[in-house]
């Protein structure tokens, strides 16, 4: 019986180490950091909800909204938040994270 190599290529490594460690990290920080800013709502205290200008959303999910300045706003539906598209820092995070996503795939190719 002869065993054929597994068509996944998986990260191994430090690269493989930190990616592991940063998403355990990342989910076990997000509920502590939404308590630490309000993001669930305490008994006896009014819902805060949305209260960003219904023309700043583009096709109803996008966000585009110059004179906030904030880089994230409350989703208009569901749980989360999505960027300022406005803000030039929405776009170089966006970006970076595209490149840091390519530069992964591209590594894990060239790996094997």
Known sequence: MSSSPSPYRWITGPVGLAVNI?????????PVWMLATGRFARPGEPAQGDRSPDSAWKLGLIYFNPADPAMWVEKRFGVGFTLNFARPSAWFLLTAILAATAALVVWSLGAG
């Open 22 to 30: 940063g998403s355990l990290v990342a989910v076990l920080l997000l």
